[in-house]
């Protein structure tokens, strides 16, 4: 049956008549031909579906607002078809139900508190989950040669480290550089130049370099590692993997920490060298140290064991950008807003995650007199 919509008005009654197929792809058109008519002197309204062969739930909610319009006129609906009336009634039921200006009652500070609580348990439990599965995966990796994959291992220092030398070493450098600066024109005040060695040495060896380090590889290759899985899962990847047989933590999650804890120390040991190198031009040119004076005190003054409490710090660094980094990627949902979002925050906790564990190497080692 052909489709149609007719509309006849004659001495104040309004005739609507439908046939055919009425469904979401015609109501358009027919609400324009609407209200295109004239309905102030409107008194009774008929709307005839005796000819209507289908009416979709679309169709049935555009009757229904109709009806709803000409409520205070004479109404009159035409229809011998169960079906069809029977899909107006239950539009009509469940849209009597609902009232547009009923608003959800607004939370209570308890039920805000318990909300931003459960959530943070949540995730707590969820990250506490994967410590878990990572911990057995690894005890299992390491329990003979062959299970370790050197090659993703290898693959991973030269992303992770390698390519993250020239970034490290520049942002020491200037580091160094900018503190040494600072430094001198207050130690010049006093006469004591000579100190800036002792003041970079420890600074630099003991927190400045680590923790520059950590920063920039938090930054780098912990958002890399988050976006990389969060992808990975995006596109169904890790279940590929899963149902290939493959252990995506054996293949995605070890050789990124491992790779990572082999590389801080080194990373850190660059940073160590350019940072006095920056602590040595500025004693140079603004001071007056040559590099042989700055190089034999730094050798006198500053014990070793500055050096390596820095170089100690790495692997546990390391460790927690790599981990956090990776979680952050596996809980990823599924469109690339989520990646976004988990790449910050992988960043923003890496980096907290970085000074805390820095924090409690310092009381302790305080403590110990080291």
């Known amino acids: 049956m052909k489709k149609a919509f007719s509309i006849e008005k004659s001495e104040g009654h309004l005739l609507l008549a439908f046939s055919g197929d009425v469904s979401l792809h015609d109501i358009t058109r027919y609400k324009r031909k609407l209200d295109a008519v004239n309905l102030q002197d409107i008194q009774s309204v008929t709307i005839d579906l005796k000819d209507v062969s289908y009416l979709d739930t679309a169709a049935a909610i555009f009757i229904y607002d109709i009806k ?25 039921e469940h849209i ?24 943070y348990y949540a995730g707590f439990i969820a990250f506490i989950e994967f410590f878990g599965q990572l911990f057995a995966s690894k005890l299992r990796y390491l329990t003979s040669l062959h299970h370790i994959r050197y090659k993703e291992i290898a693959f991973e220092i030269n992303e992770s480290a390698v390519k993250a030398l020239g970034i490290v070493a520049l942002t020491s450098f200037l580091i160094g550089l900018v503190i040494a600066y600072q430094s001198a024109y207050q130690l010049k005040i006093y006469g004591a130049n000579i100190y800036i060695v002792d003041m970079l040495g420890i600074s630099i060896f003991r927190e400045l370099a680590p923790v520059i380090t950590a920063i ?8 890399a590692f988050t976006a990389q899985i969060g992808s990975m899962k995006i596109t169904q990847e890790l279940d590929a993997m899963q149902t290939m047989g493959f252990e995506p933590f054996a293949f995605l999650v070890l050789p990124r920490i491992i790779a990572l804890m082999i590389t801080m120390p080194i990373l850190i040991f660059v940073a160590d060298i350019m940072g006095i190198f920056g602590g040595i031009i500025v004693a140079n040119v603004d001071l007056s140290i040559s590099p042989e004076l700055f190089i034999d005190r730094l050798s ?37 807003q989520s990646i976004g979002f988990n790449t910050t925050k992988s960043v923003v906790e890496a980096i907290f995650a970085v000074i805390v564990c820095d924090a409690v190497f310092s009381i302790a080692f305080t403590n110990l007199g080291i």
């Open 216 to 223: 920039v590889i938090a930054g780098r290759s912990g958002s």
């Open 300 to 336: 006198r003054v500053v014990a070793a064991k500055h050096f390596f409490v820095g170089i100690i710090k790495g692997p546990f660094f390391a460790f927690l950008i790599a981990t956090i980094g990776i979680y952050r990627g596996l809980i990823v949902k599924d469109d690339t």
């Open 96 to 119: 009597s139900g609902y009232r547009a200006d009923d608003k959800p009652a607004k939370p209570t500070f308890i039920e805000k508190v318990g909300k931003i609580f459960y959530t």
């Open 68 to 92: 709803k319009e000409f409520t205070a006129k004479e109404l009159t609906l035409k229809c011998d078809n169960e079906q069809l009336l029977s899909t107006l009634a239950l539009v009509q």
